[in-house]
């Protein structure tokens, strides 16, 4: 087959999906999105909770010892912000759930604007 015949047949297989309108202003305590969306469901995302940032010099880094304290340029009463994909889309307190530390949600990021 040469690639004309391949592009063709691509062509044929190309379907469109229509997903649901995500409204931009969710209601408090409603679903950011709402509708038949049980496919999304079961997809897996990675969140990671970040506490703050410190800047050192490398020299600095490869002095750190076992008990060294690294100060974040955070205060001790801001929230952690919970990324997805480089984003915040929370922000919440630190907990101990078990022998685990957690998140206690206490704001969600509006739905960003196009």
Do not use: W
């Amino acid at each position: 087959m040469n690639n004309q015949t391949n592009r063709a047949e691509a062509k044929q297989v190309t379907q469109v999906i229509e997903l649901p309108e995500i409204k931009p202003h969710p209601v408090p305590g409603k679903p950011v999105v709402e509708g038949n969306l049980a496919m999304l469901q079961s997809v897996k995302v990675r969140l990671r909770a970040v506490a703050g940032e410190a800047t050192m010099t490398v020299g600095e880094l490869m002095a750190l010892r076992e008990d060294a304290v690294v100060a974040l340029d955070r205060a001790l009463n801001e929230p952690l912000d919970l990324l997805l994909d480089g984003q915040v889309v929370a922000r919440g307190q630190l907990v101990a759930v078990g022998d685990e530390f957690g998140i206690r949600i206490t704001e969600v990021s509006r739905v960003a604007q196009p």
